[in-house]
């Protein structure tokens, strides 16, 4: 399994597309940092997150502290613990930090 943490908002668009097209299946996104805000963009980045998770029977992940930093809820992932973060990374076959 390989590990995509995403850390922006958003790429320039030929960045975007080359990091959603790496992602194969079984692989899993992790929204960290400003990332997190991408669940929150309803019409842009959790249609293709949502394309992305169905497409390629990938899980999307986000962690709970970046969320309760933004004081925001978030409809689309699984929230992670800061340890339970570092798990997931160690046990990853490959980290790819976008």
């Not at 668009?13 to 990332?35: K, M, N, R």
């Not at 992940?61 to 929230?79: T, V």
Request: proline share 5%; aromatic share 10%; glycine share 4%.
């Amino acid at each position: 399994m390989r590990l995509h943490q995403i850390n922006q908002l958003a790429y320039p668009s030929t960045l975007e597309t080359t990091w959603q097209d790496s992602v194969q299946a079984g692989d899993q996104i992790l929204l960290i940092e400003e990332g997190f805000l991408r669940t929150q963009q309803p019409d842009a980045f959790p249609s293709a997150l949502n394309q992305l998770i169905e497409k390629k029977e990938i899980e999307l992940y986000y962690l709970q502290s970046d969320a309760n930093a933004y004081g925001l809820p978030s409809n689309i992932g699984i929230p992670l613990s800061d340890e339970e973060w570092v798990d997931m990374t160690f046990s990853a076959n490959t980290n790819i930090s976008w």
